[in-house]
Structure formats: C-alpha cells, structure tokens
C-alpha cells in the first residue's frame, strides 16, 4: 500500500489505513514507539512497552536455509547423532 508523507501543522505525518491498524492491532490512541530499523533503514512501528526483537534473518535467507534443510536435512540428522 503505497501512502505520500503529508504536512501535519509544524510536522510531519502518514495516514495508516484502519486495517493496517487492526491487523497490527492498534487502535486510536494507542501509545507507539517509532524507531528505524538500521539495516533496512525502515520505520518500525510498536506498541509502548512491547519489546522489539532484531533480527538479522531476511526473509531471503530464511528461504535459502528452508532449502538447504529440505535438500542435506537427514545428512545434517545424521551427522548430528555421531
């Protein structure tokens, strides 16, 4: 979803759709920390108080070792056991 940043009096601000909202599970007047996310130098979104895990696992990677397990995974099995 594609969303312009817009003038909002002496700042800044983006319209966040409601069901992004309610799929990330805030609502009007929830309290969030925005922080940004050095290696993909995107904004994070979180809820006050919720701790943010970091990791350094892209999607891509996951992906990469997912084969990996389906193709060597009972090698790996095995060579674990001895």
């Known amino acids: ?13 983006v319209i966040i759709p ?15 920390i925005i922080e940004t996310d050095p290696q993909t130098k ?9 701790k943010q895990v970091r ?3 892209t999607p891509e990677f996951m992906d990469l070792l997912k084969k990996v397990n389906e193709q060597y995974g009972d090698a790996l099995k095995e060579l674990a056991q001895k």
Do not use: C, D
Request: proline share 0%; no cysteine.
């Open 55 to 57: 990791s350094s696992l």
């Open 42 to 50: 995107s904004l994070v979104i979180r809820k006050k108080g919720k």
């Open 18 to 32: 409601k069901v992004l909202l309610e799929q990330a599970g805030f609502e009007t007047g929830t309290q969030v």
């Open 1 to 13: 979803m594609e969303q312009k940043i817009i003038q909002v009096g002496n700042s800044t601000g």
